[in-house]
């Protein structure tokens, strides 16, 4: 299956699941309910099976990321999404260019799962933060938002296949294995009503500090 297929796929993907997390919050009825609950099932199963296509298809040559330009253009393309929930996103950093040697999809689909969380579990008039950092020879990019954060106890397996919480979340395991084939790591701190910040960190080939 084509490449960018299964990238358009696993956001759409993503969208609907949002969607229908939305509507369980707001459902009282138990019929309209369990259809969700089996959607919501639904879409997660079609995730992994996604996540595993891609895993196995052929890993591309590294080609030249410019990184500031891949996070504006994955920021414009959540955008619709943030605003019908409300949420402000922001992108900042103290780069104008860093290029990086990567899969320059396998980046986009780890920094798109980081994004579309972040958004789904903030609340409406909440704001996403996004902030690229060089780091000598490491790149920082760092996703906080200001939902319900993350339990203390629940912190430490969220990379791991699954342990979603009620279905939220099933992305976080891809986007941990995505960072780990890039060469990079993937790490999160939060506490409970304070939101998270999500920090993917990447080897550098070059940079130009602003």
Same mark, same amino acid.
């Given at each position: ?20 997390? %939305?509507?369980? &919050? ?6 309209? @309910?369990? /259809?969700? =609950? +089996?959607?919501?099932?639904?879409? #997660? ?22 990184? %500031?330009?891949? &996070? ?6 959540? @955008?619709? /999404?943030? =605003? +019908?929930?409300?949420?402000?996103? #922001? ?120």
């Amino acid at each position: 299956m084509d490449m960018e297929l299964l990238h358009d796929l696993r956001l759409s993907l993503q969208l609907i699941q949002a969607s229908a997390q %939305m509507l369980q &919050l707001s459902g009282d009825d138990g019929a309209t @309910r369990g /259809y969700l =609950d +089996a959607l919501t099932e639904g879409a #997660a199963q079609m995730g992994r099976l996604l996540d595993g296509a891609l895993e196995r298809h052929e890993a591309p040559a590294p080609e030249s990321v410019e990184l %500031m330009g891949c &996070l504006r253009a994955l920021c414009l393309r959540c @955008r619709d /999404y943030a =605003d +019908a929930r409300g949420v402000a996103l #922001a992108l900042s950093g103290n780069v104008d260019a860093l290029t990086l040697a990567a899969d320059g999809d396998a980046l986009a689909r780890v920094i798109l799962n980081l994004l579309m969380n972040a958004i789904r579990f903030s609340p409406a008039g909440g704001r996403v933060a996004v902030r690229c950092t060089a780091l000598g020879d490491f790149a920082e990019i760092a996703v906080t938002d200001d939902g319900p954060g993350i339990a203390p106890e629940r912190l430490p397996y969220i990379f791991l296949r699954g342990e979603t919480d009620n279905g939220h979340g099933y992305g976080l395991p891809a986007a941990m294995e995505g960072a780990r084939r890039l060469g990079g790591s993937l790490s999160a701190r939060s506490r409970p009503e304070a939101g998270s910040t999500f920090t993917l960190r990447l080897p550098v080939r070059g940079r130009m500090v602003s």
